[in-house]
Nanobody, 115 residues
Framework: QVQLVESGGGFVQAGGSLRLSCAAS????????MGWYRQAPGKQRELVAR???????NYADSVKGRVTISRDNAKNTVFLQMSGLKPEDTAVYYC?????????WGQGTQVTVSS
């Protein structure tokens, strides 16, 4: 069993920066995948970024160049560093983990970007 606890959401102005953190507890295997999804009002939940246990990453086209996902395996924590934030980045951001054999989700953290 894995529990995901998110932090770092908040209110920022357009062009600002924010770092989200997600700490995982439980038995974590090196084969796991962790990532961040977001859901804005009236839109489907979408992938923002993900990272594998060995550090391979991929990003949504809408955030490439503006976000970086990283992880600290010793602390079982994944980060999402965001810069150049835009109003369209406003959403609830959810931490995600696949850790065999199950998927896990955090409770979500609100990110609001003003213009």
């Amino acid at each position: 069993q894995v529990q995901l606890v998110e932090s770092g959401g908040g209110f920022v102005q357009a062009g600002g920066s924010l770092r989200l953190s997600c700490a995982a507890s439980g038995t974590i295997y090196s084969t796991n995948v962790m990532g961040w999804y977001r859901q804005a009002p009236g839109k489907q939940r979408e992938l923002v970024a993900r990272i594998t246990g060995d550090g391979s990453t991929n990003y949504a086209d809408s955030v490439k160049g503006r976000v970086t996902i990283s992880r600290d395996n010793a602390k079982n924590t994944v980060f999402l560093q965001m810069s150049g934030l835009k109003p369209e980045d406003t959403a609830v951001y959810y931490c995600y983990a696949w850790n065999w054999p199950r998927d896990y989700w955090g409770q979500g953290t609100q990110v609001t970007v003003s213009s």
